[in-house]
């Protein structure tokens, strides 16, 4: 059995609950107590409206959350802070982009591209887009296990192609998107490219500048941040050609009677006072992330990915989507045949696993896969063997309970224990 | 904790959880397909998962209230979803919508905890769902099929 170093340790709640085996990280991540301690720092000594008073501490929380651009900034290897919005996620991100950029350049004749892997955040508001503006709607298909097919992709875009949008990382599958590959093509055409990146963020690095692409959406609490803060990162030309999004305070320069003009970057799209406590906090989740190094992050999950594909894929019955763990994040997706999904989620919670079950927000790749729902195991960096364990274990008892004790494999030994907790 | 093939503690939560009359309808629906001559069809879906179930019914109009004179379902749902909308075709083929929704009330208060339906002998079959109540989320499985049989007696 391979060993994994756990970094459960730092999760507080996780620690409180030492039978839980927290395999949903794709749909949101625990927090490290660092993060809730910075948080509660930043209440507990420099909270203020930031932007506003001419007191010393307002200018506190205006240097708190100008710090926190920053680290974020740098975490995603990105140059021009101001260049980083923050925004309540990656679906407000994605909507901001679909309206301020769209409605403005997406034009009757157009056309829109995005892939089969999307998630309905980054399928929805282009879907949208286009009938508002009357636009074709294209969708890139798949390779049959589960790749954005670069092949097709090229035949999609053409000179009349105004965007392509794409999840780095399917949250569905786990499927890794060969951007290079993405935004070459969309160059040739002088289309944008737009970035789903809230799977791809907390799992992998990412240096946007290397990327070349023109906005990238991610999610603070997929990373350890709460719940309310996240970002959209764009580059400047755009950003600086597109309308606000939303108006109120702090995104004016100059309010007139009749005309108003817009503050600079990133204040344009930041109406309304800002979510201070949740960049703080973000910027300590990033800290976090970068104190184990992502190179690491990647490798601790790709390590738990190999291990569940593997003694899942050897339960017959058990069906795997999604491509092999080189290609794909922390994400395994499954179905046991002739137990539903929700099914296999309720046995496995009264287990202490917590699984998703569903469509995971991506109803048109589960129509393409022939599937309603799948179960779906996620990775972080709390993850360790014991919870693959209690994952292969859960899906056993359930194949028991449906279909009798004859169906779990004869020739597989009860597994020592590989950590007791 | 050790890790082997079956669970002593947890699988008796399991096996009061998913009783075996639940799998018994599971594996072996009553009343699954599709009337030919139906007078109502009605698709309820949950919009968490998406799980959809289809209900379609012949109908008795002669008498003071309508009677349920026959009943088919169809659903790709969960073992839960299926088992109970299984075991309503039995409980509703030739009751009155009067009877049927006095029933489904009972029903749902089983799946609240209300420990006075725990003895309600009207519930029959549906006893075996008594344990759902420590697992709120899957309620609305249960419940999915009885929804779309209340939409196709609610009058014209």
Not at chain 2, 103 to 115: K, Q, V, W, Y
Request: net charge neutral.
């Amino acid at each position: 059995m391979t060993t994994v170093m756990t970094r459960r340790a730092d999760f507080p709640l996780l620690v409180r609950q030492p039978g839980l085996h927290y395999l949903d990280s794709a749909a949101t991540a625990q927090k490290p107590a660092v993060v809730l301690d910075a948080e509660r720092e930043f209440y507990e000594t420099s909270y203020a409206n930031p932007h506003r008073g001419a007191y010393a501490l307002s200018a506190r929380a205006t240097e708190c959350y100008h710090d926190a651009r920053t680290g974020v900034a740098r975490f995603f290897g990105l140059r021009d802070a101001a260049c980083l919005i923050f925004t309540r996620g990656t679906t407000e991100s994605l909507n901001l982009v679909a309206t301020a950029w769209g409605m403005h350049n997406v034009r009757p004749g157009d056309e829109i591209v995005v892939t089969r892997l999307e998630h309905h955040a980054n399928f929805v508001p282009w879907q949208q887009l286009a009938l508002a503006r009357g636009a074709a709607f294209r969708i890139v298909e798949l390779t049959p296990d589960g790749r954005v097919d670069i092949d097709l992709l090229r035949h999609a875009v053409t000179p009349r192609t105004k965007v392509v949008a794409v999840a780095h990382v399917s949250n569905a599958l786990g499927t890794i998107t060969p951007l290079g590959e993405v935004a070459a093509i969309a160059r040739s055409v002088g289309a944008l490219v737009v970035v789903d990146g809230a799977q791809s963020a907390p799992h992998m690095a990412v240096d946007i500048e290397a990327l070349d692409v023109d906005f990238y959406a991610f999610s603070g609490h997929k990373m350890g941040a709460p719940t309310g803060i996240g970002g959209l990162i764009g580059r400047r030309e755009i950003l600086e050609a597109m309308p606000p999004y939303q108006m109120g305070g702090d995104m004016i320069e100059v309010v007139g009677d009749e005309r108003t003009s817009w503050n600079v970057l990133p204040h344009k799209f930041e109406a309304g006072t800002p979510n201070v406590g949740g960049a703080v906090a973000l910027a300590a989740a990033v800290r976090y992330l970068t104190s184990i190094g992502m190179t690491e992050v990647r490798r601790h999950e790709q390590t738990l990915t190999a291990m569940a594909i593997e003694r899942l894929g050897a339960l017959p019955g058990v069906r795997l989507y999604g491509p092999d763990a080189t290609r794909r994040s922390g994400v395994v997706s499954f179905t046991v045949d002739g137990i539903h999904a929700h099914d296999l989620a309720t046995i496995l919670d009264q287990e202490g696993v917590c699984v998703r079950a569903g469509h995971h927000c991506a109803q048109p790749l589960l129509r393409r896969l022939g599937v309603s729902a799948t179960a779906r195991a996620s990775f972080f960096v709390y993850n360790d063997a014991a919870d693959v364990d209690a994952l292969v274990s859960g899906v056993r008892s359930a194949q028991t309970l449906f279909h009798g004790p004859r169906v779990v494999s004869p020739g597989t030994p009860a597994r020592p224990a590989t950590a007791s907790r | 904790m050790s890790v082997t093939a079956t669970h002593p503690a947890g699988s008796a939560a399991l096996e009061a959880l998913y009783q075996e009359q639940i799998l018994a309808h599971y594996r072996h629906p009553h009343g699954k397909g599709t009337l030919a001559a139906a007078d109502a069809t009605v698709t309820t879906r949950n919009p968490l998962c998406g799980e959809e179930a289809t209900v379609t019914v012949t109908l008795d109009r002669t008498g003071p209230d309508v009677r349920v004179r026959d009943i088919r379902f169809t659903s790709d749902g969960c073992s839960i979803s299926q088992a109970s909308a299984s075991m309503m075709t039995d409980l509703a083929r030739g009751r009155t919508a009067t009877e049927i929704a006095a029933l489904t009330d009972r029903f749902a208060d089983l799946l609240r905890g209300d420990a006075a339906a725990t003895h309600d002998e009207t519930l029959g079959p549906l006893q075996a769902f008594a344990t759902l109540s420590r697992v709120p989320a899957r309620i609305p499985c249960a419940l999915l099929a009885w929804k779309a049989l209340a939409d196709a007696l609610r009058p014209q």
